[in-house]
Nanobody, 120 residues
Framework: QVQLVESGGGLVQAGGSLRLSCAAS????????MGWFRQAPGKEREFVAA?????LYADSVKGRFTISRDNAKNTVYLQMNSLKPEDTAVYYC????????????????WGQGTQVTVSS
């Protein structure tokens, strides 16, 4: 198991940028696939991006968001540029020892979430 704590959310105008961070506990961080998901009110949780040695992105964020990790700091990041009002959601960090997949049920470690609000 790994404990995850997200930070970096907030309110930003459309076209702006935010960087989310997710700090993980434990000494085996580098073994985990790390993912970012988001959930808007009334909608299902959806995949945003994931990383181990390779990366995977949802089509809706490709070219605007960048996922990265620093294994020495046990931290994964999500750099979000050119934000749109439809990016407004609670963003969750998640971890799995499975492969780089976009399916929430494959991830068994979740953070508490951080709110991102993009105003038009």
């Amino acid at each position: 198991q790994v404990q995850l704590v997200e930070s970096g959310g907030g309110l930003v105008q459309a076209g702006g940028s935010l960087r989310l961070s997710c700090a993980a506990s434990g000494r085996t961080f580098s073994r985990y696939v790390m993912g970012w998901f988001r959930q808007a009110p009334g909608k299902e949780r959806e995949f945003v991006a994931a990383i181990r040695w390779s990366t995977l992105y949802a089509d809706s964020v490709k070219g605007r968001f960048t996922i990265s990790r620093d294994n020495a700091k046990n931290t994964v990041y999500l750099q979000m540029n050119s934000l749109k009002p439809e990016d407004t959601a609670v963003y969750y960090c998640a971890a799995t020892l499975s492969s780089v997949v976009p399916t929430p049920r494959e991830y068994n470690n979740w953070g508490q979430g951080t709110q991102v609000t993009v105003s038009s």
